[in-house]
């Protein structure tokens, strides 16, 4: 691949990810008015008999789009460059230099793993999604363009070394660390599902007419029972089978996703891989690192488990482009914290006026509206829960890494290197003026932190030291 290449089109087979691709874009678009057309559906009785005809149109559209869209796809590989053509109504062609890509992935989905084909996934800084998706490479290709792409981001470049098909390899990797099946089934049961079902219920009530319908349709279930009790513990049953349904059903997904997961550090790249159905090939290099995010929920206090994600420039608004170890025993998570040579952490309270932010308002608000119960009811609800919240919030500093520990129920710890901060804000607001008490907001390419209520001599000595760190530092970290 040292020589320039012709523009090349993608093999037949490609088809498959374009359509999948154009149902992905379409649902993206189209999901907002999910609630309007549920209505639409339901008021408008004479649309009913042309939903065929309706579904019918949209199949042969998104079939068109998708021919256009694999036609008007051309890809060419030069040295140290990779070059796109795509586009239907407006051409568009990409020129990613391999040391601008943030991030090389190789994804093997389950159409095209009986074919040895793969689809190169490439995201250069600052980019709020995957640039570029060639789909349809052989695997040997794909592997190759993927490790010239860290070779050329590799800070030494003499001790990369390739196997057979161009992919890197390392006689002994100096981290690893392997997924069992069994930890495997913990990840789908770590995600709150109860989320899922907060959403589901608010689309399906959020319309008048469909909440009208569905309140129509639990009467006319209740009036087949012949008593009340025996129509709770049906409703009860229902509830119950469609919560293990879901929950059966996140595990299944997570499995999929993250079965067989395999993690290894060689040298400054960290990679794993991971799928069962389709499979997932992500790295990064250490010194691209730009954020820590540790989290722990509460059914992952329960089984004694963490998650780690870990972002590079650009990727905070796209969650699956960040690199994630997604169930992390306390042993991996120590020997993980300590490869990355994360600190324990020292970690510092914040002013005392942070616990009863909010309270007084809403309580007066309850006793506005409602009545002297209420109020008193909220005064002591939001009392507990904000006490836990700035019980949990604290900050640390080492000179090196700046990190933020918050939470209710579960936690949840953010770590930044202070080096690659991109700038600090302190601000006050008219009552923080009044107890001398600030806020600093630190911002890096992947996201921010937020240090409120500090008193206004720290806030000021830490904002020095950051940018003090930040001077500094005069190391590649992008």
Known sequence: ????????????????????????????????????????????????????????????????????????????????????????????????????????????????????LAILKLQSAGSKAQEVEVAGLRVERALAIQAEILAELSTDKGAVTTDKHGQEVAATPDFTFRLPPSEVLRI??????????????????????????VQERFVAFVEQFPSTSDAILA????????LVVLIL????????????????????????EAGLTSTLTRSFRVQKLQLIDIRQGWMG????????????????????????LPCVSPAIHKDFCQDLRLPNADWQSVHWLMFPRFVLLFSLLGWLVFDWRAALGLFVGLSLLRWRWWNMFAWHFDGQWLAVRH????????????????????????????????????????????????????????????????????????
């Open 1 to 116: 691949m040292t020589e320039p290449n012709a523009w090349q089109r993608l093999p037949l087979l490609a088809l498959c990810f374009f359509f999948l691709s154009t149902i992905r874009l379409m649902l993206k678009h189209l999901y907002q008015a999910a609630p309007a057309l549920a209505a639409a559906f339901i008021a408008v009785s004479a649309l009913r008999p042309y939903i065929p005809h309706l579904l019918l149109g949209l199949l042969v559209l998104i079939l068109i789009t998708t021919v256009l869209r694999y036609r008007r796809f051309f890809y060419a590989t030069e040295a140290n460059r990779i070059r796109v053509r795509q586009g239907v109504l407006r051409k568009v062609e990409l020129n990613l230099d391999y040391d601008r890509i943030q991030q090389a992935d190789i994804a093997r989905p389950f159409y095209f793993r009986p074919f040895q």
């Open 188 to 213: 789908g049961l770590m995600h709150n599902i109860f989320v899922v079902v907060g959403v589901i219920l608010a689309l399906l009530f959020s319309n008048q007419q469909v909440n009208q319908r």
């Open 235 to 242: 409703l009860v049953a229902i509830g119950i089978a469609a």
């Open 249 to 272: 059903g996140t595990i299944a997904f997570h499995f999929n996703k993250y079965y067989g997961y395999t993690l290894t550090r060689e040298g400054d790249r960290v990679r794993y």
């Open 301 to 324: 206090r329960l089984l004694h488990r963490h998650q780690i994600r870990i972002s590079q420039a650009g990727n905070q608004q796209k969650q699956d482009g960040k690199f994630v």
């Open 407 to 478: 939470g209710l129920i579960g936690s949840r710890q953010q770590w930044m290197p202070a080096a690659k901060l991109q700038h600090v804000r302190m601000s006050q607001g008219p009552l923080q003026r009044w107890f001398n008490v600030s806020n600093l907001t630190v911002s890096t390419a992947a996201g921010h932190l937020q240090l409120p209520y500090l008193p206004t001599a720290v806030a000021e000595t830490l904002q020095q030291q950051l940018l003090r760190v930040t001077r500094d530092n005069y190391k590649r970290w992008m």
